[in-house]
């Protein structure tokens, strides 16, 4: 019955598809350039949430499935012109990649402590409303870009809905009907989605294999309107997105519904089982071509593959980084490589050896380029040398602290896995090394907002006052400083040894013993 859903959802997309894009691929060009039309159709707030001017920001080599700052990429900007209207032309795209398109601020409305709905604007992020789309050389859309008001949300209120029209404009349709089935499935399936059973058996019919399913007849559907590689790269990205959802899925249920009893060896095997079958399922076929373009298939198959060799990035990252670099096709090799380091760099025991060796491994300057950025965090290296605030407005730098052991904790105010660090770990370390004067404990919050950070502060939940308690000068995630280390979430912990360089970070200093076997470690080779 639900799957009947699937269908009439399907039918009634593609019955409203525009005309223009049953001729997409008939006009299409060699050039090199992509040409965007945008109406932005305002639909709350009044003229205050009017939108002045929107951003696109491309990347010709996709390493993450969300808009990652951090990596690089190029930006165009264009203000709104006076037949209401954004007009860009993205130059020099010579292959497919991927764009997202929004404002450099967040808008919306929020509710104050006596239940008024005031307007707000957060200029510490990108607010985008196209997410990682796909682009072609020679895409000439129109974009018509509704934003309105969402009633069921209370920070993040405003929703964004396209439609797309002209040279190329499938693919972004397809793109936007594939996010909304998804959406349905997941209404539809609240509460037989699970694909684990733990009575050792494949739960048939879930969610994530029913979105395979039923994307791959959207996508389909519009088969004759894409070009053969952007049709390869939708269901990579389609299949990719579903089995990374499963395997998320996969990695709680292991760790938080088994109960006493799911703890036996009986538990433990059940487990086994399901993961063997989990991961034995054929999925379909994925082009080399779209396996390299593909923003979301290099996750899926570096989770694939350490499930399927029984090796964690974490605890297994030599035996892992030995497989992956022995992958024949050198062009993936190197983008896996760079995607294994970027995404456990803070993980990973064996950084440094293998940061070494993958730089003189990979050939492509993109990659090379991400890897460089990435020196900041090489155990040993020169720590930044910060300047920032304390709630008084006192410069704190990191050399007033020379030849000393410096802890730092990232945080922000709101995060419950920095509330808990703190109360389950750092409090007691704290506490513990109070009267140790050549240790020093400081706190970095980065919320751009400074009463934001005060009012954390003033809760005693993430922090204590016997810290040095620092904000990043009110620049958020955008301060040299978090941009050096490459920090994109927290609780992030740091180690900075008498010499002013990294001593360890990460999540080895998530654990209170290992926490606190660094800092006697390092005490020690101040004797």
Excluded at 15 to 28: C, K
Excluded at 386 to 396: A, E, M, P, R
């Amino acid at each position: 019955m639900k799957y009947s859903y699937l269908l009439v959802i399907i039918c009634y997309f593609n019955f409203f598809l525009p005309p223009d894009a049953l001729a997409i691929n008939s006009n299409r060009t060699d050039t090199n350039r992509v040409n965007f039309t945008i109406t932005l159709v305002n639909n709350f707030g009044g003229d205050k949430a009017n939108v002045d001017t929107l951003w696109v920001l491309c990347y010709d080599h996709a390493l993450s499935n969300t808009t990652d700052i951090k990596l690089k990429h190029s930006e165009i900007f264009s203000a709104r012109a006076k037949d209401g209207n954004f007009y860009f032309t993205i130059p020099d795209v010579s292959k497919p990649q991927y764009f997202s398109l929004g404002t450099k601020v967040v808008r919306g409305f929020t509710t104050n402590n006596i239940g008024q709905k005031t307007f707000f604007n957060r200029y510490d992020m990108f607010n985008d409303f196209l997410r990682m789309y796909l682009m072609e050389p020679g895409d000439q859309i129109n974009m018509s870009i509704t934003a309105y008001h969402h009633p069921l949300t209370a920070f993040y209120e405003t929703t964004y809905t396209p439609t797309f029209e002209g040279l190329g404009s499938a693919k972004y349709t397809c793109r936007f009907q594939l996010d909304y089935l998804m959406g349905w499935l997941n209404l539809l399936d609240n509460s037989d989605s699970a694909s684990l059973s733990f009575t050792g058996k494949y739960q048939e019919n879930n969610a994530f294999d029913k979105a395979i399913s039923g994307g791959l007849h959207l996508i389909e559907s519009f088969r004759s309107l894409l070009t053969n590689v952007a049709y390869d790269i939708l269901k990579a990205d389609l299949v990719s997105e579903s089995e990374l959802s499963k395997y998320n899925e996969f990695n709680i249920r292991k760790i938080v519904y088994p109960n006493e009893a799911d703890k036996t060896t009986q538990g433990k095997r059940n487990i086994k089982i399901f993961k063997e079958q989990m991961l034995s399922r054929k999925l379909p076929y994925i082009s080399e071509e779209a396996q390299l373009i593909s923003k979301s298939y290099p996750l899926f198959y570096l989770k694939r593959f350490s499930y399927l060799s029984d090796l964690s990035p974490s605890a297994d990252d030599l035996a892992l980084f030995t497989n992956l670099k022995s992958i024949k096709n050198i062009p993936f090799r190197d983008k896996i490589l760079t995607k294994f380091l970027y995404d456990y760099n803070k993980s990973i025991p064996h950084i440094n050896s293998i940061y070494e060796e993958t730089t003189t491994i990979v050939n492509d300057s993109y990659y090379k380029n991400v890897m460089k950025g990435l020196m900041g965090l090489l155990v040993g290296s020169p720590a930044y040398q910060f300047k920032l605030q304390d709630k008084n407005g006192t410069i704190v730098s990191l050399a007033d602290f020379k030849d000393k052991i410096v802890f730092l904790d990232f945080w922000f105010n709101g995060c419950s896995a920095c509330a808990k660090y703190y109360k389950y770990v750092l409090k007691d370390v704290e506490r513990d090394f109070k009267s140790n004067p050549n240790i020093i404990f400081i706190t970095v919050n980065y919320d751009s907002n400074l009463t934001k950070w005060k009012d954390g502060l003033e809760s005693g939940i993430y922090t204590s006052n016997e810290a040095i308690n620092l904000n990043t000068n009110g620049q958020g995630l955008k301060h040299p400083l978090i941009t050096f280390y490459g920090i994109s979430s927290a609780p992030f912990p740091m180690i900075i040894d008498q010499k002013g360089n990294i001593s360890s970070y990460g999540t080895i200093l998530r654990d209170k013993n290992s926490l606190v076997n660094n800092l006697k470690e390092l005490l020690r080779k101040t004797k």
